[in-house]
């Protein structure tokens, strides 16, 4: 498959979401999978208005999984390379998003890259070089505000070796909480043989894993006319989920301590489906599932950003116990203080909110009671 012009990828970025290189060299495979925020972390089109509401405690507690950084160094190499965006991602500041973070009575925001690094045509050391920069951004604006930030390390997942470095670093130097991954990969769902390296690392380590999707290589550009982050991301966050559970994945990492964006997209309306139909077709499901599918699905963990909403909320409590679900805004695309508004609107009682808005996020990591 063609590669399209630089041209062609911004101006198709630009109006509709990532579009990603197919050529077959290594450094395309590399490039490509890092190029997605060209328009996810950038410009994507699911960006909300800074929603003015009152929300805010007289104290912040709640604490945010789902909260994008994007350091100045790596703003100003998408400036270079004429990569478009939206003002809310090219204007971010760490003060910025404390101010958002006390609007919305945020105490801890967990940082992590949304899609990528958006640069194309580095090479294999610039990736990791680049990826470093941004792990310790976010640790020195933890420092330099205590309490107030933990982060989700990026990975240069394209490269596995690199990866296993970061982990070693992030998880053993500079004391991330835990890894952000992306749905996929050029083509590859987390679930593929590829990534088994580094999904049998964070299991040995018992790491948590958070998983951020995009629009994927193969259905990007399926309707010119509707934007990727509308359809593509929740529908990657379901690829992502079934390559995880399907491949054994799942019950091959039982001590990842993993957690979905968005509610979990459709996870908790398919799930009956799929098991409907592997029962159906007969399917033999009893080595890679050994305890069947919805015990998999029911141990995950699912953020509520941009997915607060009666309807979201009651298929996945329905589905998945309380203690399972985390609150997220996905600031800076959605506002905090929106995100927390939907929350209060969802028919949740005073405990279930204090649940999701805190305390299951501090028995997942404890260091966050102090």
């Known amino acids: 498959m063609r590669c399209d012009s630089a041209d062609q990828i911004k101006a198709t970025a630009h109006r509709f979401g990532p579009r990603l290189c197919g050529c ?16 996810t972390a950038l410009g994507a089109p699911a960006v909300r208005a800074q929603a003015p509401a009152q929300v805010a405690p007289a104290k912040p507690y709640r604490v945010d999984v789902h909260h994008h950084f994007f350091p100045p160094f ?5 400036q270079r390379a004429n990569t478009p ?6 204007d971010w500041t760490v003060a910025r998003t404390l101010d958002a973070m006390d609007q919305g009575g945020v105490a801890t925001a967990m940082l992590s890259i949304s899609t990528g690094l958006g640069l194309r045509d580095i090479s294999e050391s610039e990736v990791r070089s680049m990826t470093r920069r941004c792990n310790e951004f976010a640790v020195q604006a933890a420092k330099d505000h205590p309490g107030r930030f933990g982060l989700f390390a990026f990975m240069p997942m394209s490269d596995i070796d690199g990866t296993l470095q970061e982990i070693e670093y992030a998880l053993d130097v500079i004391k991330a909480d835990g890894i952000g991954l992306n749905t996929s990969y050029s083509g590859k769902w987390l679930g593929d043989a590829a990534f088994r390296p580094v999904l049998d690392e964070l299991n040995r380590r018992k790491a948590i894993v958070y998983v951020h999707p995009l629009g994927p290589q193969c259905c990007n550009a399926l309707m010119s006319y509707v934007p990727a982050s509308y359809v593509e991301y929740p529908q990657d966050t379901n690829r992502a989920v079934m390559s995880l559970l399907f491949s054994g994945a799942f019950a091959h990492t ?3 301590r993993w957690i979905f964006s968005h509610a979990g997209a ?15 077709q007969g399917r033999k499901t009893a080595e890679i599932l050994p305890d069947g599918i919805d015990f998999e699905l029911q141990r995950l963990r699912y953020e509520t950003a941009n997915a607060a909403y009666p309807p979201n909320l009651a ?3 329905k589905y998945v116990p309380l203690s399972q679900v985390l609150f997220g805004s996905d600031y800076p695309y959605v506002s905090v203080t929106e995100n927390v508004a ?8 005073a405990a279930e909110l204090k649940a999701i808005e805190r305390e299951n996020a501090v028995a997942l990591m404890p260091r966050l009671k102090a």
Do not use: M, Y
């Not at 459709?266 to 029962?279: D, E, M, S, T």
């Open 266 to 280: 459709a996870v908790p309306l398919l799930a009956g489906r799929v098991n409907a139909l592997v029962k159906a």
């Open 24 to 39: 077959g060299s290594r450094r395309a495979f590399l490039t490509s999978a890092l190029a997605f925020s060209a328009s």
């Open 74 to 78: 790596l703003l100003e190499a998408w």
């Open 315 to 317: 298929a996945l409590l």
């Open 85 to 90: 965006g939206a003002a809310l991602v090219r």
């Open 342 to 349: 939907d929350l209060s609107k969802a028919g949740l009682s």
């Open 254 to 256: 039982r001590d990842i």
